[in-house]
């Protein structure tokens, strides 16, 4: 593997996570685990560098500080990495019953305990846990601060939004065990505080605290946090596959960067690992129905508003932005307001004293979006979609407006914001499994909260994980996995249609099945690769393997797939297996160039037994499909006087790569930062001399990539310093 080098991030992130280091921290991969002694031999040349940690468990490698110059000079190196930031994913805002879980509660384990997760120990690597919450107390079993470099993980407390509570919620939901029980209520929960004040860490501490969980043999290990970069060979990555193949259960959520393809971010993007999105458990959503005959339109309550419940017509009014003065009519009415200037809080707080009977917020930009109050109050807020809300306000210029409301029951919907697949590069199918993610009530410190995101919904497969591991403790992370996956039922959208595989993997999990599964299929998805058509038919092959896990002998049989043009498919004749038995069989498919057109083209394969059947997603992607060209820019002072560094993620490589500058306020082409063509994929990063920079000052970059036809661009600002060297 080429060494891979990236000074850009380095310094940049450390001004992020605000550490005291003026020089970058790097990741050092090597062949093979290394001892202490070996590896200060090997830096030994090289004094200006210091070693932070070595990794023992989890990836052989080690983390160093230093000058730029000097880890370029590291010889003996399989890959650098850079450290890069990872942060909670963000908190967006009947679940477990919804997943069977209290269902399995009443099923026993091979010792006649109660299938409570007991005996498992679920690591959580996140904020840290309130470990003296009533609910939680009894469960843990210490951990470790990866941030502080102690033995005490308690969420961080602060003021100024820097304090945390994401930990204990994930903690929470897989193993309450108070006035609330989590998934699991009788699991261990192990702590690893490797994001720290305001909820950011980096690669250094998510490996460290991977490294540290692989040494106490957790048995399952949640990881509800990432970046934006759908990649599959970052450094995270690689350590959960590792830890996987070490025997734990590894779960990550997939992201809250939905609902478009390719958004799935590391470590969501490990192979080996369970990526899980988020679905809707059962829920009453409000919908207005207006009185100028216009569509119903669904309301998105913000966490923590009052619930939506008047059963009277009332009159919406035009608010503005919110703003005391915009609201001298808002008495005993709906106010709409626009998004912007104000806080929600601030916007539903002047409508509530001004007498409103409700707020709406609808967005200042395309598509609609999710919030949260950040206090109580006596009226029900929501949001609706920019459209939504100008369609409202052309409607009051038409005469007076009015609204009745009712309560429409929505379940197993896939949330906006849960990310969506598949993974560039390896063209796999992520998420896995989706669980409930949308307003989850859990443990925080002081209390309890609803939140929503998929880090919310990693910790149902998680605790789902443990009870599955206490009634199966002789199966492997890829047997766990595949009970999850194979027993999961497929979702469908508002209007019907089954959602991709790549968007749901197999499925919203179903506890209570996947503990009592009898046959598993081993891999539990199908990737056949991404292929180039010429002008012959195209097989495609893959080799599952069947397992009867029950104590009769079962007969196999595969249902036809759907037709798809330019698709057909050669499967397996039935087949028997005795109790315990397991059979290796061949799936191939056959592609037609003449006929075949789509980029992606997915599906699921079914397999019955005779009682159950079981689901197998599988994705086929052809020559360059649509995911983005480029992502992960940033942009920051190097350490050498004067000069700036730039890293970019690009998936499939460039043929021709650029960072146009901008003036910000009029937008006028000012130069090219930097311009590049037939750019290899992956990681890539460039130095710029202080005669290379424009001027000092602002401005608006254009970060672009071109491949096979498609231009991709990021926008973002950027800001280049006086040099004072």
């Not at 997760?117 to 990866?146: A, C, F, Q, S, W």
């Not at 919620?169 to 261990?188: F, K, Q, S, T, Y």
């Not at 929600?344 to 919030?371: M, P, Q, W």
């Not at 019955?608 to 983005?628: A, F, R, W």
Request: aromatic content about 8%; proline content about 6%; charged content about 25%.
């Amino acid at each position: 593997m080429a060494k891979i080098i990236c000074k850009a991030v380095l310094v940049w992130l450390f001004f992020m996570v605000g550490t005291a280091s003026a020089n970058p921290v790097a990741i050092v991969l090597t062949e093979e685990f290394q001892t202490k002694a070996a590896i200060e031999k090997q830096l030994a040349a090289h004094p200006d560098l210091k070693l932070r940690r070595i990794y023992m468990h989890a990836i052989p490698g080690y983390s160093v500080e230093g000058p730029s110059e000097a880890i370029e000079k590291i010889t003996g190196a399989k890959l650098v990495s850079p450290v890069q930031s990872y942060k909670v994913e963000k908190q967006l805002t009947g679940n477990i019953d919804w997943i069977g879980g209290n269902i399995v509660r009443g099923y026993f384990d091979e010792n006649g305990q109660r299938l409570t997760g007991k005996g498992m120990k679920v690591g959580v690597i996140d904020t840290g846990v309130d470990y003296e919450h009533p609910d939680l107390h009894r469960n843990y079993r210490g951990g470790h601060d990866l941030v502080d470099e102690d033995d005490d993980p308690m969420e961080t407390k602060g003021t100024h939004g820097m304090g945390t509570l994401h930990g204990t919620h994930v903690a929470g939901v897989i193993a309450a065990n108070g006035r609330m029980l989590g998934v699991a209520p009788d699991a261990e929960i192990i702590a690893y505080r490797a994001l720290g004040p305001g909820g950011m860490g980096t690669t250094e501490q998510v490996l460290a605290a991977i490294d540290k969980a692989i040494e106490d043999k957790v048995d399952i290990l949640n990881l509800s946090l990432g970046n934006e970069i759908n990649g599959p060979d970052l450094p995270i990555s690689l350590a959960i596959n590792k830890a996987v193949e070490k025997g734990i259960v590894a779960v990550t959520s997939s992201g809250n960067s939905g609902p478009n393809k390719w958004t799935v971010g590391s470590p969501g993007t490990a192979s080996k690992a369970i990526s899980v999105g988020a679905s809707t458990p059962p829920l009453n959503i409000p919908y207005l129905s207006l009185s100028n005959k216009q569509a119903n339109i669904r309301l998105e309550p913000l966490m923590g508003s009052e619930k939506w419940r008047f059963d009277r017509s009332l009159e919406i009014v035009d608010g503005g932005l919110g703003q005391k003065n915009e609201l001298t009519g808002a008495k005993g009415k709906l106010v709409l307001l626009k998004r912007g200037k104000l806080t929600f809080t601030e916007k539903s707080r002047n409508a509530y004293e001004a007498g409103a009977t409700g707020v709406i917020i609808y967005n200042n930009t395309d598509g609609g979006f999710l919030g949260n109050l950040d206090e109580r109050l006596e009226i029900p807020v929501a949001s609706i979609t920019l459209a939504e809300g100008k369609r409202m306000k052309k409607a009051m210029k038409q005469g007076k407006l009015y609204a009745r409301m009712e309560l429409i029951e929505e379940k197993d919907i896939l949330a906006d914001f849960s990310s969506r697949g598949p993974v560039t590069v390896t063209w796999e199918i992520k998420p896995d499994v989706v669980a409930p993610g949308v307003a989850i009530e859990s443990t925080v410190p002081g209390g309890y909260l609803s939140l929503q995101g998929t880090s919310m919904a990693a910790p149902h497969v998680a605790g789902a994980s443990a009870l599955i591991k206490q009634a199966h403790p002789d199966w492997s992370p890829e047997q766990i996995k595949a009970a999850l996956m194979n027993t999961a039922v497929s979702i469908k959208d508002r209007n019907g249609h089954e959602y991709r595989t790549y968007e749901q993997g197999a499925g919203r999990i179903q506890i209570e099945k996947a503990v009592r599964a009898e046959t598993l299929v081993l891999p539990s998805s199908l990737h056949f690769g991404k292929f180039r058509l010429k002008d012959r038919l195209h097989r495609h092959s893959a080799v599952i393997e069947v397992q009867n896990h029950s104590e009769k002998t079962k007969r196999y049989s595969f249902a036809i797939p759907k037709q798809a043009k330019g698709i057909n498919w050669e499967l397996p004749i039935g087949f028997e297996l005795k109790p315990g038995e397991k059979k290796k069989v061949n799936i191939s498919m056959i592609v037609d160039p003449a006929a075949f057109k789509q980029k992606l083209h997915d599906g699921f394969l079914i397999l019955n037994d005779g009682t159950s059947k079981m689901s197998i997603p599988y994705l086929y992607v052809l020559e360059e499909p649509d995911y983005p060209r480029v992502m992960g820019f940033a942009l920051a002072p190097a350490d050498k006087p004067g000069y700036y560094r730039y890293e970019v993620y690009l998936p499939g490589g460039a043929e021709e790569f650029g960072i146009a500058l901008f003036d910000p306020d009029d937008h006028r082409f000012i130069r090219f930062l930097d311009h590049k063509t037939n750019v290899k994929k992956g990681l890539l990063e460039q130095e710029i001399a202080p005669e290379d920079l424009p001027p000092a000052g602002g401005y608006l970059a254009k970060v672009f990539a071109k491949k096979a036809g498609q231009e991709d661009r990021v926008d973002t600002s950027v800001f280049i310093i006086p040099n004072e060297g």
